[in-house]
């Protein structure tokens, strides 16, 4: 088959995806399914030493290196002087020696660091430092500051090429590393094709916990673990599970001087480098809870680094209120995923905000191309982007089952199905395909106005962009059945000067009846819409143009039961002679059902719909 013939398919272009790819990274067979969407099956099952199911790696655990899970946080400490007091707590001489925080205790109303001195009772304990002010009833934590000692056994697991494993506890991670003079627990790869495997005991029984007031001790780049992947050799598997990643964001006792001060705080942050890493073959995080974050969850920022197989399952969020109830963070995603990879799959997450951002400083092509699946999933935002559109099959995505409030796409082909969305955003994408899809209309009950799902934004298109609704609802978010809301369903804010360039298809969809509009097609490419049951207490569809910009509606085959009958079944809003309305509609009181708006156009030229 020559490049002409496959370039007439729709996603079949990405069957050269890894021709040029690096002689080490693992080769792959491009294949469609059934919708044309382009799935890798790698041609490999198993990359050299990663460890799987069933395997029988060998493992140390954490304590052997000093790590001890006994980390407290309570909500009852009060300070005079050097003196501790909680009513809650339950100290014993084992605690002589453990690291404390406590908060606004410190000079200019931050935490107080300080070392349990002495123990004077089950309540009541004596610490190296005096309180710059004296405080009642404020949050603290104590226990043993593991950042030395989980550093320690991470060195020793990646020198040994065991699984790290961890009992259940609070680790708590301190603020400054005396042997590595860091704040953060590196993750430091030196042998090609070694492997990290780091498994806790559970999620909400192992929980890594930040120090309270960490992050606003150490400012914007403070992490819980760190992979900075400049000199590193290329990797084997990462492997992360069973365990809860805790920014302790609670702990914040002041708001940030911007919204920037901590957004690059991350709980496990993998950083890119142009003398990183070339290749890993595998990641596999799983069964993770992300608590309380305060910049991103899980960060993989490359530079160019191609990821095999990027696995992410069974992860979800807990988030609290901050001390003050006051504090804002947490603006960053808990999954933000940026590299080069044909196999990322996400699957069974209950999270906030997902991101797939572009690769940093490079695009995706063909040879360098990115491919996501998303299933069985609850996401409030997803958002998948992509700095300028290079063609199909370079950015894929493609969802089932998921529920999201905000779908935001940017250069991107997609299919989702089967999933409801209430996302009033834009699909700012160059193909996709939604089906079998529920659309939550947002009404405004003090506007008595519902948020339109907007289907294109684009001011400037390369290629040829098409995105399909087929078997979906749009129904309003409201329980109210006599409401009339003003608006419509669905739009696209495109304004298109080639009528070819951006096609929109409703095929066999339903229409909530109680809405004013269901489509409004005015200005802005072209429209097929067919076989679906449409609804208007005003008018059932907007079509029409003006100045340069086109349109066309090309209408077959839909009910138009759920009009109401004094409404109009179309407006054409004839403001130049760009726009045409063409098909075929039984409906033998369609005509007289007509309006039309302005003069410029001929509507006897342009309107050549056959009414049957």
């Not at 925080?101 to 004077?120: D, P, V």
């Not at 994408?429 to 939550?440: Q, T, Y």
């Not at 509606?553 to 039961?561: H, R």
Request: proline share 2%; hydrophobic share 35%.
């Amino acid at each position: 088959m020559n490049l002409i013939s496959l370039l007439s398919r729709f996603f079949i272009i990405t069957s050269l995806i890894f021709l040029s790819n690096c002689s080490s990274a693992v080769p792959s067979i491009v294949q469609t399914d059934e919708n044309n969407i382009p799935k890798t099956v790698p041609s490999t099952a198993i990359p050299k030493n990663v460890p799987i199911a069933g395997s029988t790696m060998q493992e140390i655990n954490a304590s052997v290196y000093g790590c001890k899970g006994d980390g407290v946080q309570l909500n009852d400490f009060s300070l005079s002087g050097n003196v501790l007091t909680s009513s809650s707590a339950s100290f014993s001489s084992l605690d002589t020696g453990k690291t404390v925080s406590i908060a606004n205790a410190g000079e200019n109303g931050e935490h107080l660091l300080s070392t349990i001195k002495t123990i004077i009772s089950p309540n009541k304990v004596l610490l190296t430092n005096k309180a710059a002010s004296n405080v009642l009833n404020v949050m603290g934590s104590y226990g043993t500051d593991n950042i030395r000692f989980i550093q320690k056994a991470v060195d020793a697991a990646i020198a040994q090429q065991k699984t790290l494993r961890f009992d259940p506890g609070v680790f708590l991670i301190g603020d400054y590393n005396i042997n590595t003079k860091t704040s953060v627990i590196k993750i430091a790869i030196n042998n090609p094709g070694d492997n990290v495997v780091i498994v806790g005991s559970g999620k909400h029984k192992t929980i890594f916990r930040e120090l309270d007031g960490k992050t606003q001790r150490k400012g914007r780049y403070t992490k819980i673990f760190y992979h900075y992947l400049k000199d590193s050799p290329n990797v084997g598997a990462i492997v992360l599970s069973d365990f809860s990643l805790d920014k302790n964001g609670r702990s914040l006792t002041k708001n940030p001087e911007s919204i920037y001060t901590w957004e690059q705080a991350h709980a496990w942050s993998w950083a890119g480098h142009k003398n990183g890493a070339e290749f890993i073959d595998s990641i596999h995080i799983s069964n993770i809870e992300i608590v309380d974050k305060i910049g991103g969850g899980i960060n993989f920022s490359s530079n160019g680094t191609r990821v095999n197989h990027f696995t992410l399952e069974k992860i979800s969020e807990s988030r609290f209120k901050s001390n003050t109830n006051e504090v804002f963070y947490a603006a960053r995603g808990d999954l933000e995923i940026s590299c080069f990879s044909d196999d990322i799959v996400i699957k069974n997450v209950d999270l906030t905000y997902v991101q797939l951002e572009p690769v940093r400083s490079k695009k995706s092509t063909l040879e360098n191309n990115r491919y996501c699946e998303v299933t069985d999933s609850s996401i409030d935002t997803i958002e998948y982007t992509e700095d300028g559109i290079e063609g199909l099959g370079v950015n894929v995505l493609k969802m089932n089952n998921i529920t999201t409030k905000n779908f935001r796409n940017h250069g991107v082909e997609f299919l989702v199905e089967n999933s409801t969305i209430s996302a009033p955003h834009t699909i700012n994408s160059i193909n996709g395909n939604f089906v079998n899809c529920k659309f939550l209309l947002k009404y405004d009950a003090s506007e008595n106005k519902v948020k339109p799902i907007n289907a294109t934004y684009f001011r400037n298109i390369s290629s040829n962009n098409s995105i399909t609704f087929s078997n979906c609802e749009f129904i309003i978010d409201s329980e109210l059945t006599t409401i009339k809301p003003k608006g419509y369903a669905l739009f696209s804010s495109s304004k298109i000067s080639d009528i070819l360039i951006n096609e929109i298809t409703v095929d066999n969809c339903t229409f909530d009846k109680r809405l004013q509009s269901s489509i409004n097609a005015y200005a802005n490419g072209k429209w097929t819409i067919k076989n679906s049951t449409l609804a208007g207490s005003s008018v059932a569809i907007q079509a029409g143009g003006y100045k340069e910009y086109y349109s066309e509606v090309n209408l077959s085959n839909n009910n138009y039961s759920q009009v109401l009958d004094n409404a109009k079944l179309l407006n054409i809003n004839n403001h130049n002679s760009l726009w045409k309305v063409k098909g075929s509609e039984k409906n033998k009181n369609f005509s007289s059902r007509i309006i039309s708006k302005g003069k410029v156009g001929s509507l006897k030229n342009q309107n050549t719909l056959k009414i049957n």
